[in-house]
């Protein structure tokens, strides 16, 4: 895919966010590695009274370096880093908001705008039926219809409830930021985190996109270690083994050349009648 090696090199912001985008905490472990490689540091902060509710998200209590006790407020960091070529970017990290989406979306964007931001990437992982053991599904897509032109995406076709990236997205793109989203599957049989496997997923494609040499030191063992640690646990259990043949097959049949709808349907009919025969 190309990047914007041919167009200046404008702030970009990257954002992610806990809960429902972040199926596996695959999304925001994405930030967290850019963060410590590209040295960044909070420039900003959400104030979380306005947008979370504390019954459901509440503060914890910790102790420093120091052993003093502290409240630690959940909420939303902006931080700023530097990639590799000297281009500058903000890290959005946080917690999917309780109230008031649309001004939640709209301070984020101030501050991009303050900051010079042009290009806004929102991150999401979501569960799917989808095997471990082959490449985890990514789409990026853009609703800024001059960004999907230029890099060749298209719109996206879902319908129904979004969470606070396919909001930003959208807000972004209307306020005339270079919006991309980009979203991973993950196998919903092994959602409990971490999930390298997607991280590194999502890190590769925004590379690209970013042009951006990205170095995640260690993750690509920790996505393989990750799918032999699934593939044996799978082992183990029969009706799991089972399963994740079936999302092979499915999987495998989708990305044949005479892959239809109905092809899957019928694969996955066969899998049913075979277990009830079993």
């Known amino acids: 895919m190309a990047g914007f090696e041919d ?3 404008a702030t970009a912001l990257i954002a992610a966010f806990e809960g429902w985008n972040d199926a596996g905490d695959a999304a925001t472990a ?8 590209w040295g960044a540091e909070p420039i900003a ?3 979380p009274q306005d947008y979370y509710d504390f019954q ?23 931080s700023a880093g530097t990639m590799p070529s000297g281009r500058r970017v903000l890290l959005v990290r946080g917690l999917e908001p309780s109230f008031r989406w649309k001004d939640f979306a709209d301070e984020i964007l101030a501050i991009a705008g303050e900051e010079g931001v042009r290009d806004v990437y929102a991150l999401g992982a979501l ?7 082959r490449a985890l599904p990514l789409s990026t897509t853009s609703s800024a219809p001059h960004v999907r032109r230029r890099l060749g995406l298209r719109e996206s076709d879902y319908e129904g409830p979004t969470g606070i990236v396919g909001v ?13 989203s980009l979203w991973v599957s993950v196998p919903h049989y092994i959602s409990d985190p971490p999930s390298p496997k997607a991280t590194l997923t999502l890190i590769r494609e925004l590379a690209a996109l970013l042009d951006e040499p ?11 270690e990750w799918e032999d640690g699934v593939s044996e646990l799978a082992r183990e259990n029969p009706d799991v083994a089972g399963y994740v043949e079936q999302l092979e097959k499915t999987r495998d049949t989708a990305e044949s050349a005479e892959a239809t709808g109905e092809a899957i ?14």
Request: no cysteine; net charge negative; glycine share 6%.
């Open 7 to 9: 167009r200046p090199r």
């Open 30 to 37: 994405v930030i967290d590695i850019l963060g410590e490689e």
């Open 45 to 47: 902060e959400i104030d």
């Open 56 to 78: 459901v998200n509440r503060p914890v209590v910790e102790r420093d370096e120091e052993g003093n006790r502290q409240l630690l407020w959940p909420g939303t960091i902006v």
């Open 127 to 133: 569960l799917a039926d989808v095997p471990h053991t």
């Open 168 to 180: 930003l997205d959208a807000m972004a793109a209307e306020a005339g930021f270079e919006s991309v």
């Open 214 to 224: 990205i170095a995640a030191e260690g993750l690509t063992d920790d996505a393989q």
């Open 265 to 278: 349907a019928r694969e996955f009919e066969r899998y049913l009648r075979r277990r009830d025969n079993s």
